[in-house]
């Protein structure tokens, strides 16, 4: 049995595989999306238990995608992580104002990203 369901959405291979890499080695199952627009079809189809969101992707951005999940109550309740390397003056703030949850800066630090999982993943938990 997995820690958990994550949908990763990111376009960059290199990061794609080091990031899935790492959540396989902590027991999540890791389903993938290279742009918003198939990562909101993921969603919807799979309901994962945590979305980790690159925010600069083709066909449509991080932002619209977590907006869009974000607007539908089904989907609000799921987590959302941007990882971005979007990390000037009010980005983090634009990311949260956009609906995600949480947000961590590439080039990732892993420890930092596996205590933000840990943490979203048992505030989703019932009691």
Known sequence: MSNGRIL???DNHDNLT?????????????FFASDGA???QMAR???PDLILMDLSLPIMDGWSATRLLKADE???VIPIIALTAHAMK???????????????TKPL????LAGKLTHWLA?????
């Open 38 to 40: 198939q990562g909101v």
């Open 90 to 104: 009010g980005d983090r703030e634009r990311a949260l104002a956009a609906g995600c949850d949480d947000y961590v």
């Open 109 to 112: 630090n892993l420890m930092e």
């Open 8 to 10: 990763l959405v990111e």
């Open 74 to 76: 089904k989907y609000s």
């Open 45 to 47: 189809e799979l309901h």
């Open 123 to 127: 505030a989703r938990k019932p009691i």
């Open 18 to 30: 080091l990031i899935a890499d790492f959540l396989q080695v902590l027991d999540y199952e890791v």
